[in-house]
């Protein structure tokens, strides 16, 4: 098994010893802590083997976490990795800041080891599944050049992964597009095909239960047939990409920008993150269940 390295940044000792312990259990998981920003910036810069992951405190002295978060995310060395960002600044504005800036999640205290655990699993599994994706795009970009048309059908949450990392590999910025393919595609399955609605799905996640259910309801006979479509379509200066399920749709204009009233809701902010890092544009159609969303190509 491949060994995770996480860096744990917190000004406070007792904070760092708790983060510490609740991911000292996972035996592939190599800890490392830093006492503040600056300190941060040097285990960032010195590390032999890149950080797969940092959970990152907001409020510290000298350069807080907003700070080194910005500046992770400028430098091309670290910009890749994912950062979820754990505090008390729990303001809507506050977190507003930390997504734009880049955060994986922002994670506000207190809260629960699972919730920290799980997040800590999703960002580590979109992390290599985004190095696979950028480690194949220079060749799929070429063979994209002799393209002008593919579609595929999928049903399940693991097709989603598997054809948004293919897809990804054809796209200039291979991070940001896997990220945003896979998550118009899961609102495809999970609302659109299997009727999973918002709330619905917050409480599954908090019980840990939302991809057992989406097992559960692919295996009933009124979902049985359903399957949702991915089209990509490559014009001259762009990347066409319409998704469509079979769903009887929903009001996608709620979830297009961050709402202050769901910011602290563990789902709701991935159309509206796709569209800010992934995407040219993103336009739904009709009742909500077709989305078109663009890649400019560089000309």
Same mark, same amino acid.
């Given at each position: ?9 917190? @000004? ?23 006492? !503040? ?25 000298? &350069? ?15 910009? !890749? ?8 600044? /729990? ?15 922002? &994670? ?17 599994? @979109? ?7 950028? /480690? ?11 393209? /002008? ?20 590999? &054809? ?6 597009? $896997? ?19 918002? $709330? ?6 908090? !019980? ?18 359903? /399957? ?19 769903? +009887?749709?929903? !009001?996608?204009? +709620?979830?297009?920008?961050? @709402?202050?009233? $769901? ?12 569209? +800010? ?23």
């Amino acid at each position: 098994m491949a060994t995770t390295r996480i860096l744990i940044v917190d @000004d406070e000792p007792i904070n760092r010893a708790v983060i510490d312990e609740y991911l000292s259990e996972e035996p592939d998981y190599l800890l490392d802590t830093a006492s !503040d920003g600056e300190d941060a910036w040097r285990a960032l810069q010195e590390a032999t083997t890149p950080y797969d992951l940092v959970i990152l405190d907001r409020i510290m002295p000298a &350069l807080d976490g907003l700070e080194l978060l910005r500046r992770m995310k400028a430098d091309p060395r670290f910009a !890749d990795a994912p950062v979820i960002m754990q505090t008390a600044a /729990s303001a809507p504005e506050q977190v507003r800041q930390g997504l734009a800036a880049g955060a994986y999640y922002y &994670l506000t205290k207190p809260y629960e080891p699972e919730t920290l655990l799980a997040l800590v699993r999703a960002a580590v599994g @979109d992390r290599r599944a985004l190095r696979s994706a950028v /480690s194949r795009a220079g060749s799929m970009e070429r063979a994209l050049r002799h393209l /002008s048309l593919m579609e595929f059908r999928f049903r399940t949450i693991d097709e989603v992964h598997t054809l948004a990392e293919f897809l990804a590999g &054809l796209c200039p910025n291979p991070q940001n597009a $896997r990220f945003g393919l896979a998550e118009l595609m899961i609102n495809a399955v999970e609302h659109g095909n299997l009727g999973i609605g918002y $709330r619905e799905k917050t409480l599954l996640l908090m !019980d840990n239960d939302w991809l057992a259910e989406i097992g559960r309801r692919l295996e009933l006979p009124q979902f049985g047939g359903r /399957s949702a479509s991915i089209r990509l379509e490559r014009l001259d200066d762009r990347l066409r990409f319409t998704i469509a399920d079979a769903g +009887r749709g929903f !009001d996608w204009t +709620r979830y297009l920008d961050f @709402d202050p009233a $769901r910011i602290f809701d563990p789902n709701g902010r991935g159309i509206a993150m796709a569209r +800010r890092t992934a995407f040219s544009d993103i336009a739904y159609q009709g009742c909500g269940n077709t989305v078109v969303a663009t890649i400019a190509l560089a000309g």
